[in-house]
């Protein structure tokens, strides 16, 4: 059965911040595959797949994958353009 794509919008998480920069202090460093996908907004699969494909820089880890969060936030930035949507 496929994975279902999660509904969280990391974007929402700046809500509020008056200061964009200074929220992004407060996220982590890195994220698992499927905190990745929650803020991409699509499956684990399809980050495991942007992973060995390199599309989505990261290490293991122990066995598990771990993805810089500045990496993810860059890969939303180039697909939402600035004041617009995809």
Do not use: C, H, Y
Request: a positive charge; glycine letters at 12%.
């Amino acid at each position: 059965m496929p994975e279902k794509p999660t509904t969280e919008d990391p974007r929402a998480r700046l809500n509020g911040w008056p200061n964009a920069q200074f929220s992004a202090r407060l996220m982590p460093d890195f994220l698992t595959v499927e905190e990745a996908s929650g803020w991409l907004r699509t499956t684990k699969g399809a980050v495991m797949a942007g992973l060995q494909r390199g599309e989505i820089s990261g290490r293991k880890v122990g066995g598990e994958w771990r993805i810089r969060t500045a990496a993810v936030l860059a890969l939303l930035r180039a697909a939402v353009p600035e004041g617009g949507t995809s």
